[in-house]
């Protein structure tokens, strides 16, 4: 304990990371805590969900992050509770217990969750990604499924198994559905006496695919999942989720074994333990410096935070660019009022998106100016996401995964992972220790 004033920061993701790396070797102590030991590069989750990449390849120990850092710290265990009155906050420890840890200043950035919209069969029967935990899960199901149906004799069954579908047309939505297609038909299927076809499916809401992003790249986005095999269904409102099926609004019903969920995000539920009133999705509401209303001394970043662009009256998206420079604000203005200084308002310079949809295929509107559609905007995409990258180790291991890939059409990473057994041998070296 020393008389610096103590800062501290709820969530290892982007905007938690940079706020704690910003806040390195400054006069202040950091108190970093998330429930993993590992910062996760989640855009590239879908990828290891379809064998594509090894789950140590998207993720970087925390420790290593901050070795670094003498005033950073890290607990891994889950907040259970947050008085911002005492300025005291609640951790169950994945180690130790519970603990009670106070802060002079509180950043949250514990980012999101997937959002069901209250419909329970869709959580029940479907597939997140999330975290590794889920691509792991949703890797070992759709490996064990082509196991299954090359040994099926009843072919409509064989047809449910081998039928993928992939709900929400956003960049995630689009890359899962265009990786599987490739898992299915140009790896899998070399494999498999009988030359099993898989049947992969996007369902979007609304009218288009990539709703943000230009008419044009949206066609074209369309036209190139298309034009590989995907079968992309727009207009398309899910009412239900079955173990094997999903019924459509319109009546219309899919069998299927397997639906991945990419239709929307929510905040993380630790934002009720604020008492604040929550926005749309239950983010937190704050100011332009990033502050929480009505608070003092908290601030929040990231998926988890409400903020509206000045510009448009919309809410600042849920992207790594924003999520790492609110980040920065929330450092430099918690130095900002220990020196008693005018803090910063959070000003977004964006860069652009894009996303891929297969080998050589993607769509980017570069600083929302410049169209690239096709292998030029592939490989940008592959550019962009090695630079953003923690570690170097995982940036190589990465690229060389990519370039197999493109060059044998192989992906080595098919493990079929017994969960039940693992979970259990866990539970149990838990009640030892």
Request: hydrophobic content about 45%.
């Given at each position: 304990?020393?008389?610096?004033?103590?800062?501290?920061?709820?969530?290892?993701?982007?905007?938690?990371?940079?706020?704690?790396?910003?806040?390195?070797?400054?006069?202040?102590?950091?108190?970093?805590?998330?429930?993993?030991?590992?910062?996760?590069?989640?855009?590239?989750?879908?990828?290891?969900?379809?064998?594509?990449?090894?789950?140590?390849?998207?993720?970087?120990?925390?420790?290593?992050?901050?070795?670094?850092?003498?005033?950073?710290?890290?607990?891994?265990?889950?907040?259970?509770?947050?008085?911002?009155?005492?300025?005291?906050?609640?951790i169950q420890t994945k180690t130790n217990g519970?603990?009670?840890?106070?802060?002079?200043?509180?950043?949250?950035?514990?980012?999101?969750?997937?959002?069901?919209?209250?419909?329970?069969?869709?959580?029940?029967?479907?597939?997140a990604l999330r975290d590794l935990d889920d691509?792991?899960?949703?890797?070992?199901?759709?490996?064990?499924?082509?196991?299954?149906?090359?040994?099926?004799?009843?072919?409509?069954?064989?047809?449910?198994?081998?039928?993928?579908?992939?709900?929400?047309?956003?960049?995630?939505?689009?890359?899962?559905?265009?990786?599987?297609?490739?898992?299915?038909?140009?790896?899998?299927?070399?494999?498999?006496?009988?030359?099993?076809?898989?049947?992969?499916?996007?369902?979007?809401?609304?009218?288009?695919?990539?709703?943000?992003?230009?008419?044009?790249?949206?066609?074209?986005?369309?036209?190139?999942?298309?034009?590989?095999?995907?079968?992309?269904?727009?207009?398309?409102?899910?009412?239900?989720?079955?173990?094997?099926?999903?019924?459509?609004?319109?009546?219309?019903?899919?069998?299927?074994?397997?639906?991945?969920?990419?239709?929307?995000?929510?905040?993380?539920?630790?934002?009720?333990?604020?008492?604040?009133?929550?926005?749309?999705?239950?983010?937190?509401?704050?100011?332009?410096?990033?502050?929480?209303?009505?608070?003092?001394?908290?601030?929040?970043?990231?998926?988890?935070?409400?903020?509206?662009?000045?510009?448009?009256?919309?809410?600042?998206?849920?992207?790594?660019?924003?999520?790492?420079?609110?980040?920065?604000?929330?450092a430099d203005n918690i130095l900002h009022s220990?020196?008693?200084?005018?803090?910063?308002?959070?000003?977004?310079?964006?860069?652009?998106?894009?996303?891929?949809?297969?080998?050589?295929?993607?769509?980017?509107?570069?600083?929302?100016?410049?169209?690239?559609?096709?292998?030029?905007?592939?490989?940008?995409?592959?550019?962009?996401?090695?630079?953003?990258?923690?570690?170097?180790?995982?940036?190589?291991?990465?690229?060389?995964?990519?370039?197999?890939?493109?060059?044998?059409?192989?992906?080595?990473?098919?493990?079929?992972?017994?969960?039940?057994?693992?979970?259990?041998?866990?539970?149990?070296?838990?009640?030892?220790?």
């Amino acid at each position: 304990m020393t008389d610096r004033k103590r800062v501290i920061i709820i969530g290892a993701g982007f905007a938690g990371l940079k706020t704690a790396r910003k806040l390195s070797k400054q006069n202040v102590d950091v108190l970093l805590i998330d429930r993993n030991n590992y910062h996760t590069f989640t855009p590239l989750l879908y990828q290891v969900a379809t064998c594509g990449l090894d789950p140590s390849s998207v993720a970087y120990p925390v420790r290593s992050i901050i070795a670094k850092s003498p005033n950073v710290n890290f607990m891994m265990g889950e907040v259970t509770a947050i008085d911002t009155d005492n300025k005291v906050i609640s951790i169950q420890t994945k180690t130790n217990g519970v603990r009670e840890e106070s802060y002079d200043f509180l950043h949250i950035a514990a980012g999101s969750k997937t959002n069901f919209f209250g419909n329970q069969s869709i959580a029940d029967n479907s597939f997140a990604l999330r975290d590794l935990d889920d691509a792991l899960l949703m890797r070992n199901h759709i490996v064990r499924l082509f196991e299954k149906a090359a040994w099926t004799e009843d072919k409509e069954k064989q047809e449910a198994l081998m039928t993928l579908v992939v709900v929400g047309g956003g960049p995630t939505g689009l890359e899962t559905a265009g990786s599987l297609y490739e898992l299915y038909n140009d790896v899998l299927d070399k494999e498999f006496p009988g030359h099993l076809k898989a049947r992969v499916v996007l369902l979007e809401a609304a009218d288009n695919v990539l709703l943000p992003y230009p008419p044009r790249l949206q066609k074209s986005a369309q036209k190139q999942l298309e034009g590989m095999g995907v079968e992309v269904k727009t207009s398309a409102f899910v009412e239900e989720v079955g173990r094997d099926l999903v019924k459509l609004k319109d009546g219309e019903v899919i069998n299927t074994y397997t639906v991945v969920w990419s239709a929307g995000v929510k905040a993380n539920p630790l934002a009720e333990m604020l008492d604040v009133e929550l926005q749309r999705g239950g983010k937190i509401p704050v100011k332009p410096t990033m502050e929480v209303i009505g608070l003092d001394g908290v601030y929040a970043a990231g998926d988890i935070a409400f903020l509206e662009n000045p510009k448009d009256g919309r809410p600042y998206p849920g992207l790594i660019p924003v999520a790492q420079q609110q980040g920065a604000v929330v450092a430099d203005n918690i130095l900002h009022s220990i020196a008693d200084e005018p803090l910063d308002t959070f000003t977004y310079f964006d860069r652009g998106s894009m996303a891929t949809i297969g080998r050589s295929r993607a769509v980017a509107w570069v600083f929302n100016k410049v169209p690239l559609s096709g292998f030029l905007a592939w490989v940008s995409w592959l550019a962009l996401h090695l630079m953003v990258m923690l570690g170097m180790r995982n940036r190589i291991v990465v690229f060389i995964g990519w370039i197999w890939d493109y060059i044998f059409y192989n992906r080595t990473v098919r493990l079929i992972l017994e969960e039940e057994k693992l979970n259990t041998k866990a539970n149990q070296l838990r009640e030892v220790a």
